[in-house]
């Protein structure tokens, strides 16, 4: 297939190249003038989307998502299709699929979940939104830059999916982060208390595959001085998506409001590029407020 490529930082250069390795020509734009051994390189977005049969997009925001397909769309081949993997607010997810049918275009939003890590070795998971037979042209590119893509349901759906997990994942990190802080200022060794939680119903993700105390159930980010995994603006980012999500559809989400309080303060003291686990060392060296 023809593909277009536009975004092509931390996560959409290894999907990119992931997608020639599988013999795909693809032409590639980003503004920082990225260059991919095996990609042709565009000067413009509607420069990689011209002549294209799919369009890829992995951006920062809906904001230059909007203003990329309101580049793209006009100049598309007919029948194009657009895929938009970015991670973005669903209002905007909306609207450019939207954008794209009114000029007969089918178009996915399809954000992803495994970080730049699953993007290399295209282990990602699609959420993907938008009409089935859009999701059946797209599948064999998630096959290709993924192992899983889960059809959610309608334009949205995708992002909808992607935002909820990862507020489950933001406020679930800060009370496992809090049991543990608790447990040691009790005086009770944290790997005892990883045996017990892991097996028992307060087990969940952050304990048993990212638990965020250095030395403590299988490796994650703590022992490696909390580099990202996931970096703490990232999560902040979608945990701000998740609660302009629920004021928009008036959702009552108090617990998810304060865990992104965390994110916000280790974001401004300067750890926004550490792992959002790291918001464990702060917790356990506060006092009752
Ligand atoms: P990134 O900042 O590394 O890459 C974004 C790229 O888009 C940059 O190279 C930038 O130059 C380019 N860009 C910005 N505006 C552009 C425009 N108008 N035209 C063309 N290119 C433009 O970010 P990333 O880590 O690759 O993340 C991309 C998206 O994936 C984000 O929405 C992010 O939330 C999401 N995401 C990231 C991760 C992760 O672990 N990094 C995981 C899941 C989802």
């Known amino acids: 297939m023809e593909i277009g490529f536009i975004g092509l930082g931390n996560m959409g250069a290894p999907m990119a190249r992931n997608l020639v390795a599988a013999g795909h020509a693809v032409t590639g734009f980003d503004l920082a003038e990225i260059a991919i051994e095996g990609v042709a390189r565009a000067t413009s977005a509607a420069g990689a989307t011209a002549g294209c049969d799919v369009v ?34 669903v209002e905007s997810a909306r ?7 009114s000029d007969g275009l089918e178009a996915l939003d399809a954000p992803v979940s495994g ?19 859009a999701f059946a042209r797209g599948l064999p590119l998630f096959e290709v830059m993924g192992s899983r893509a889960v059809h959610c349901g309608d334009s949205g759906a995708g992002q909808t999916a992607k935002i909820c ?26 790997n005892k208390l990883y045996d017990v939680v892991s097996t028992s119903s307060g087990s969940c993700w952050a304990v048993t ?41 008036d ?35 506060r006092g009752r407020d």
């Not at 507020?167 to 608790?182: D, K, Q, R």
């Open 115 to 133: 970080g730049s890590g699953g993007a290399a070795a295209g282990t990602l998971t699609f959420m993907v939104g938008g009409p089935e037979p």
């Open 165 to 190: 997990n990862n507020m489950i994942v933001g406020a679930t990190m800060i009370a496992v982060c809090e049991g543990f802080s608790l447990a040691e200022k009790l005086g009770l060794d944290p």
């Open 209 to 249: 595959t990212y638990c965020p105390l250095p030395g403590v159930g299988p490796v994650s980010p703590a022992d490696n001085d909390y580099r990202p995994g996931f970096a703490a603006e990232l999560m902040l980012k979608d945990m701000r998506l998740s609660q302009r999500a629920a004021i928009a559809v």
């Open 251 to 285: 959702a009552s989400t108090p617990l998810a409001a304060h865990a992104t309080g965390f994110y916000e303060a280790l974001v401004e003291a300067g750890g926004g590029g550490r792992d959002f686990s790291a918001v464990y060392p702060g917790i356990a060296s």
């Open 95 to 101: 609207a450019v699929a939207a954008l794209a049918a």
């Open 56 to 89: 890829v997009t992995m951006l920062p925001d809906g904001v230059v998502l909007r203003a990329v397909y309101a580049e793209i769309v006009p100049i598309a081949r007919p029948g194009a299709l657009f895929i938009d993997c970015s991670t973005v607010d």
